[in-house]
């Protein structure tokens, strides 16, 4: 009896940490190592406009989410202030969050503007970040997004 209590216990357990990881995996688009933007630099993104490859020598984690910088002063600059280097809706497609799904985008096609940066899927049928910006009105479109995300976030891709 007092084996099987020892069991349940750890199954429960185990179950809530799974479920707890499970949770973080719908908010951010991230691969299986937790990682975030494909390992590209949000401060890069954000205080350079460029799209930049971070490395492994400096990392950073935020909610349970792995971000790779450029340098050390990056990192350092990520760790005072992590929510304002954060991407718009955990990193998934703003077109796509737009249009009300999840899509995992092109780390190189992005757009900053307004302190935030967004990024968008492209491949050969689809340049979301071309419709996006065809659409001529960012702050219609990132009201609808803001809106969907609100739902989307909780949901898995």
Known sequence: MKNSVKLYTLT??????????????????IDNSNISLEGYSPVSYLDLGLAQKGIKQFKSEYDKVVYYF??????????KNPQKYLPQYGGYCAFG???GAKFRPDPNKFIVKDGKYF???YNLE???QQLW????????????ADE???SLKNTYN
């Open 12 to 29: 429960f357990a185990l179950l809530i940490a799974v479920s707890g990881m499970a949770q973080d995996k719908k908010a951010y688009n």
């Open 70 to 79: 450029t340098s050390a002063e990056q990192k350092e600059v990520f760790d």
């Open 97 to 99: 969050v737009y249009a």
């Open 119 to 121: 990024l968008y899927l």
């Open 126 to 128: 689809l340049d979301a």
């Open 133 to 144: 910006l065809a659409e001529n009105n960012h702050s219609k479109l990132m009201k609808k």
């Open 148 to 150: 969907n995300w609100k």
